[in-house]
């Protein structure tokens, strides 16, 4: 029979070897960061809109200044869903990849919402 104090080393002893494989360097390294900056410009004109929220995967926000341009300093790599709005123009909404380490452009062009169709009355044919 083992004793309390063998079984406490050997769980001890592969606690230790578990710990020493998860310091490989062979080992992928944690998610990485990017940064993320760009600008927003009217689709018509090509004017900077300011005051331009975008938002990345639903949690990072950035608010376009008077020259349409926003930054984020660090954003989870991957896959990344993004949206942007701004007052008078439609919302726009997509999806692009970030690499870990390498600085990413995100120029957004926003067109004005399309106007409803006037109703002017029913004609009927006399």
Do not use: R, W
Not at 19 to 32: K, T, V
Not at 54 to 73: K, M, N, P, Q
């Amino acid at each position: 029979m083992i004793s309390f104090a063998g079984k406490t080393f050997a769980a001890i002893a592969l606690l230790a070897l578990g710990l020493q494989g998860c310091n490989s360097d062979a080992l992928p390294p944690a998610a990485g960061f990017a940064s993320v900056n760009g600008a927003v410009v009217d689709a018509k004109t090509n004017a900077p809109i300011g005051g331009a929220l975008v938002t990345i995967d639903t949690v990072l926000t950035a608010t376009s200044d008077a020259s349409g341009h926003f930054s984020f300093d660090k954003v989870p790599s991957g896959i990344a869903d993004y949206a942007v709005q701004a007052p008078g123009y439609q919302l726009f909404n997509s999806t692009t990849t970030i690499e870990p380490g390498k600085p990413f452009t995100l120029n957004v062009v926003l067109s004005s919402p399309t106007p409803a169709p006037q109703n002017g009355g029913t004609h009927s044919p006399v």
